[in-house]
């Protein structure tokens, strides 16, 4: 009878303590996700203000020449991240290529200018970096004209601001709820210890000793959960690439590798510390308060 007690007891732990490691990795998995969206935001942000073009249209009477010897100053240029050539010959093609016709042999003449597209690094694409670099430009001989959307500009910024501040907002809620949600997993996982906890207490063990066990279990249980969620979010990752291809210019391989670390440290340190805390709290308590 009582080797059928002791074994229906460990079960009955042993089962507590797996819901709570996946308890844990549920949690952590939606933090984490939430992380990857966080990113993936922040990195179609820069990809699209990098691909927003400035339009620098040089003098007719420019030499091709003196043309790429401005351009590669451009390229040094620290507000720039890359620039691209547009010959009289490239800039019609184009523009027939989208009017579905032959504008130069209807006019005998290619009207278009040859110009320099400017492709802004990300920290710099808005109105009043771009308003003082159009005017540096406009200083130079062979610079026509300067053209970029200034109202896309200021709207795609705005958007971009307030989208990432809900994600932020959204994020630091969830990130708060979740560590509610494991500490209060972890207390029920310690209350059913409760009187092993008073009994190794009663025998004279010192608080450190009763505490140790229970704070390494807690911390491996918080690495398995963390384990867990980084290989559900790493296959996650791998079937969003596949399905939308597209989606590999957000890729950055460094700020991924932050998130899964976070996650790792998050669920090693939430679940440490609520252990300690609940530990800590059955040791306070009363024998006659373990009934209650």
């Known amino acids: 009878m009582e080797e059928f007690e002791a074994s229906t007891a460990a079960k009955k732990t042993k089962t507590i303590y797996i819901s709570t490691v996946f308890g844990i ?68 093609r184009n523009l027939q290529k989208d009017l579905g016709e032959d504008f130069v042999k209807f006019l005998g003449v290619n009207p278009l200018s040859q110009s320099i597209d400017v492709y802004m690094r990300a920290d710099y694409a808005n109105n009043a970096d771009l308003t003082r670099f159009a005017n540096e430009l406009r200083q130079n001989p062979l610079v026509k004209e300067v ?9 795609m910024n705005k958007n971009i601001t307030n989208i990432s501040l809900v994600i932020l907002a959204f994020t ?3 990130v708060i709820l979740s ?4 500490n209060n997993t972890i207390r029920l996982a310690i209350y059913s210890q409760r009187f092993l906890i008073k009994s190794m207490q009663l025998v004279g063990a010192t608080k450190a000793f009763i505490r140790k066990p229970f704070l390494l279990y807690g911390i491996w249980h918080g690495l398995l959960g963390a384990l867990i969620a980084t290989i559900i979010l790493v296959g ?8 939308i291809p597209d989606l590999i210019v957000l890729q950055n391989y460094y700020e991924f590798a932050i998130i899964f670390v976070a996650i790792v440290l998050l669920g090693i340190f939430i679940s440490g510390f609520s252990t300690f805390l609940a530990v800590n709290r059955f040791l306070r308590l009363k024998i006659y308060q373990l009934y209650r």
Do not use: C, W
């Not at 942000?45 to 620098?56: L, T």
């Not at 560590?179 to 494991?182: E, T």
């Open 25 to 92: 990795a549920m949690v952590l998995l939606m933090v984490g996700m939430l992380g990857l969206i966080l990113v993936h935001a922040n990195n179609l942000s820069r990809y699209i203000k990098e691909n927003m073009v400035v339009n620098v249209f040089v003098d007719e009477g420019a030499r091709e020449t003196d043309v790429l010897q401005f351009q590669r100053q451009l390229d040094g240029n620290p507000l720039v991240k890359r620039t691209q050539y547009v010959s009289k010959e490239l800039a019609a």
């Open 147 to 155: 053209k970029y959307q200034q109202s896309l500009v200021e709207q």
């Open 172 to 174: 630091g809620i969830f």
């Open 179 to 182: 560590v509610a949600l494991i």
């Open 236 to 243: 996650t990752l791998y079937l969003a690439y596949n399905q």
